[in-house]
Nanobody, 122 residues
């Protein structure tokens, strides 16, 4: 079992930046691929980014490429999402996810966090 706790959400103006964190506990963090998803009101959950166990491979959704960066610190059992050049359409609840591989994380994560709200004002 893996527990995931997100933090770092908040209100930011368009063009600003935020860094989300996801702290993991309960299992060997470095054995899991990690990812971020988001869900805006009235919309389906959307894949944002994923990273493999070592941090050597990363993947991004088309809407965030070039603006968001996923990274991880296995010594701290934490995955990060650096979000730059934020837009009002980035407003959503952001969820951390974990799975056995990046393919699993992107398609059907094994574990989810509770989410953190990001609001971008225009």
């Amino acid at each position: 079992q893996v527990q995931l706790v997100e933090s770092g959400g908040g209100l930011v103006q368009a063009g600003g930046s935020l860094r989300l964190s996801c702290a993991a506990s309960g299992h060997i963090f470095s054995s899991y691929a990690m990812g971020w998803f988001r869900q805006a009101p009235g919309k389906e959950r959307e894949f944002v980014a994923a990273i493999n166990w070592s941090g050597g491979n990363t993947y991004y959704g088309d809407s965030v490429k070039g603006r968001f960066t996923i990274s991880r610190d296995n010594a701290k059992n934490t995955v990060y999402l650096q979000m730059n050049s934020l837009k009002p359409e980035d407003t959503a609840v952001y969820y951390c996810a974990a799975g056995g591989s990046t393919t699993v994380v992107v398609r059907t994560p094994h574990y989810w966090g509770q989410g953190t709200q990001v609001t971008v004002s225009s």
